[in-house]
Every structure is written in structure tokens, then in C-alpha cells.
């Protein structure tokens, strides 16, 4: 019983690290770092989170995304945001958080759109591409959450490339990427079994 649950951990875990080096690999030479060095695209999507914790306290994910999509469009990289994320309850809403947040950066009104839908980063590539009518975008978040989203926006045909946001360090930010390896295995298994979004939806024109 004990060899067999130490060779189930052992695959497992070599599942997870294949899966973690395809989709870097896939990555290499999409994402930036640096504002100067990125291409111009008519319109990035930022992916969401929530702007605090469960305790209360700041979520340095969420600020540094704003942070990010706020630099990317006052250096006229990008004319348009589309800000995916969860609104599956009335209480919690994801794109209308960055919508204020990004506006408080000086982001105009008119430069904005809200997919309220992106409960998962498939579901934001999908409707960027169904929904908002996009055939290439910029990804916003941090590199390791840029990576997989690349991926999935080739399967879901768009051209993609992404801005890394500022990471997160700390205990936060490690929980965060360790959870990072098993949404990778998932992405492979809803990619296999054809996963598809919750809601698409009418189109919802960008120009």
C-alpha cells in the first residue's frame, strides 16, 4: 500500500512538472517585462482577482495588475481594456473592482470594458475571442498566471502576448504559485475533454 501510494505521488508529480515545462516553453518570447520593448495591440485583457483577502488585507495580485494595465495604457501600448473576471454573486464583482481601481489610476471610462464572465482564465480567453470579437490581445497578470493564459488563447486561436505584472512575494505569493502547478494539470484535462466557458453570450464590439 505504501510503494503504491509513493509511486502515485511520484507520477503525480512528474505529470505536474511535464505539464509546468509545455507551457512555459510555449511562453518563451510573449511575455514583457519592459514597457518599451512591447508591442502595440489594440486591446489587453486583465485578469481578475479579488482587490483584498479573505482577512481583509490588501491583494498584491490585484494592485500590481492594475498597476500594470494603468502603465500599459498611458504609454499608448494598448487603446482598450477588457477587464475579465468573476461576478457570480451580487456581493463580489471582480471587473467592476478594476474598473474603479483603474480609473482612480487615471484610466478613462470609454478605454474600458467589463467581461463579467471570466470566472476562469479559459473562460477569459474564449470570450475575448467569441464575445469581444478579438483576434489578438495582451494578457495582464503575473508571468506565471501569463504563461497559462498564452497557452489556452493559442488553443482558443487568438495571438497572444502578455505584460507581466509585478509578482507577489512572501507567504502569499508562494501559496499562490504552488497552486499554480495543479491549475496547470486541470487546464490539460479541460483542454482534453473539451471543456468549454459557462456563458458566452452576444458579441460585444471593441472599436
Not at 99 to 120: H, M, S, T, W
Request: contains cysteine; charged residues 25%; positive net charge.
Amino acid at each position: 500500500m505504501l510503494w503504491s501510494l509513493l509511486a502515485l505521488l511520484v507520477l503525480a508529480t512528474v505529470v505536474a512538472l511535464v505539464c509546468d515545462r509545455i507551457i512555459a516553453s510555449n511562453a518563451d518570447g510573449k511575455c514583457y517585462s519592459s514597457l518599451e520593448k512591447i508591442p502595440q495591440r489594440q486591446v489587453a485583457v486583465v485578469l481578475g482577482t479579488s482587490p483584498l483577502y479573505k482577512n481583509g488585507l490588501e491583494n498584491l495580485f490585484f494592485t500590481y495588475r492594475i498597476q500594470a494595465a494603468a502603465q500599459l495604457y498611458k504609454a499608448g501600448k494598448v487603446k482598450y481594456l477588457i477587464l475579465s473576471g468573476d461576478n457570480n454573486k451580487r456581493e463580489y464583482n471582480e471587473p467592476e473592482e478594476m474598473k474603479k481601481a483603474l480609473i482612480a489610476q487615471g484610466v478613462p471610462e470609454q478605454a474600458i470594458f467589463l467581461d463579467y464572465a471570466g470566472f476562469r482564465t479559459l473562460d477569459s480567453m474564449v470570450r475575448a475571442k467569441e464575445v469581444f470579437m478579438q483576434d489578438s490581445v495582451t494578457v495582464i497578470s503575473q508571468h506565471f498566471h501569463n504563461e497559462r493564459a498564452l497557452y489556452l488563447a493559442e488553443k482558443t486561436g487568438l495571438n497572444a502576448i502578455a505584460y507581466d505584472a509585478k509578482d507577489v512575494p512572501g507567504s502569499h505569493g508562494l501559496k499562490v504559485r504552488l497552486r499554480e502547478y495543479l491549475a496547470r494539470v486541470k487546464m490539460f484535462i479541460d483542454l482534453l475533454i473539451g471543456k468549454q466557458p459557462h456563458f458566452l453570450g452576444e458579441t460585444i464590439e471593441i472599436k
